[in-house]
C-alpha cells in the first residue's frame, strides 16, 4: 500500500478525500521529511509517522523552509503544511494523541493570525444595505416571498433552507424517521430552525437556531399559519419524477434541485431591481456586518448560523464601499 492509499483508506470512517487533497497531503509531507530528513536507501513511507508524531521537530523544519523564492514560507503555506500534517495524523488514527493536539492547537493559532492579517486589508464589496432592505420592502404584499428575502438579508444561511419540513413542537423529536437526513422549522414557544442535513453537517451535527423576535419571526409564524401543508414550506417538489437508483440518491437529488430553485429564486428577485445579487454575496454582506461590529458574540452567531467556524468566517470578512 502506498502513502496514498493510506490517506485514502484509513481513518476516515469509510470517507475518502478528493484525489486532489490525497495528492497535497502526501506531497506536503513528504517535501517535510525531505526538508527535516535526509532520505536514506532504508526509507520507507512509514517513517513519516515518525515525524508527525514529532511536534518540536516538525515544527522547526516547518519554520526552516524557504518558498520559491528563498523566503521563509507565507503563512497560509504553513496552514496548508500544517492542514496536511493534520490529515497524515488522521490517516495513522493519531486523532487523539498529544502530537495531534499540539499541531493542532498551532493551526488554530495561525489561522486566528490570518483572520486579523485579512481584517487589515480586506477585499472589497459593491453592496449597499439600504438598497437591499428597499428591495426587501418592496415584496412585503407577497408574504412568502418577503420571508425568504428577510430571511437572507439577516440570517447567514445556505441554501439548505429550502429543504424545511414544518413541524408542530409536540410532532419533533429525533426520533422522528430519517430525522438526520432532514431539516425543520419547528413551530412552538421557541420558534427555531433545526438543520440536520447540510454541507458541513458531518462536523458539526445537528445545527438550531432561534428565531429571533421581531417582525420577520411575525410575518413567520403568520405565514406558516396559512399555507398549504405540502412537504416541503417554499418549494413544491415531487419525489416521484425523480430518478435514482436508491432513496439517499433520490433525497440528494431533491434538495439539490430546492436548493438550486432557491438560489435562482434570489438571484432573479435582486437582478429584476439591476442588481448583483445572490445568497453567497448577501452571506459575505452579513458576515461583514459582524467584523465590523467587533462584536464577538455577533461574529460566533453569524458563524453558528453558517455552520462553520469563526476562523472560516473570518476568511470573507470584506468592507463595504458603500456603507
Known sequence: MSFEDQIKYV???????????????????????????DIDQHFHWKKYQVMLMDPEVLLEGLDEMKGRKEEQLSLNTRIGYLQSCLIGLKSFGMEESIPFEILNEVFTDYQAERILEDKKNPPQLEMD???????????????????????????????????????????????????????????????????????????YGTRTIVIEDGEFKDKLIDFLKTRDKKEFIFFEMNWDKIEATSVEERRDKVFARLANNLSKFIQRTFKDEGMDLNATKLAKLIESEAWESGDIKQIKKVALQRGHQVATAGKVYAINQSQ
Do not use: M
Open 129 to 203: 444595505r439600504h438598497e437591499i432592505e428597499k428591495v426587501v420592502e418592496k415584496h412585503k404584499h407577497n408574504l412568502k416571498k418577503w420571508i425568504l428575502l428577510k430571511l437572507y438579508t439577516t440570517y447567514n444561511f445556505r441554501l439548505e433552507v429550502a429543504t424545511l419540513e414544518q413541524i408542530s413542537e409536540e410532532e419533533f423529536s429525533e426520533g422522528l424517521p430519517d430525522y438526520k437526513l432532514r431539516n425543520f422549522i419547528v413551530v412552538g414557544p421557541s420558534l427555531r430552525f433545526v438543520f440536520n442535513k447540510y454541507k458541513t453537517s458531518g462536523k
Open 11 to 37: 481513518g476516515y470512517a469509510g470517507k475518502s478525500p478528493k484525489p486532489a487533497t490525497i495528492r497535497k497531503v502526501s506531497t506536503d509531507i513528504k517535501k517535510l521529511y525531505e526538508q527535516i530528513y
